[in-house]
């Protein structure tokens, strides 16, 4: 029987078979739906081999999109993605020109 170290010591991240913090949490955030989503399915009576189908598919689609995710952007690459999408691309300021000329002339009079 396999023994994995999921937590190697104290202060580092939580790591599971290379998934690393909340890449793990979308992970198994994301197999507990569907699983949900197929027991729903197959209690509305849809058919079972579809209910395999889609399960199946959809988690393997789930399980590459969150490696891949993990690869490209690391430990803490969602967040930073996630700040960078707040953070304005251009400071706009919409005042006149002569407002500036006018407030800098009269600092430089007095």
């Given at each position: 029987?396999?023994?994995?170290?999921?937590?190697k010591g104290i202060g580092r991240t939580v790591e599971f078979k290379g998934l690393k913090a909340q890449y793990l949490f979308i992970f198994a955030g994301g197999l507990l739906g569907i699983l949900v989503f197929v027991m729903i399915m197959y209690m509305a009576g849809v058919h079972t081999?579809?209910?395999l189908f889609l399960g199946g598919s959809s988690a393997g689609l789930l399980?590459?999109?969150?490696?891949s995710l993990n690869r490209k952007y690391g430990?803490?690459?969602?967040?930073?993605?996630?700040a960078k999408k707040k953070h304005?691309?251009?400071i706009i300021s919409r005042k006149s020109i002569f407002r500036f000329i006018t407030i800098n002339s009269k600092k430089t009079a007095a």
């Open positions: 029987m396999n023994t994995y170290h999921i937590n081999y579809l209910c399980i590459w999109l969150t490696f430990e803490h690459g969602l967040m930073k993605l996630g304005p691309q251009y």
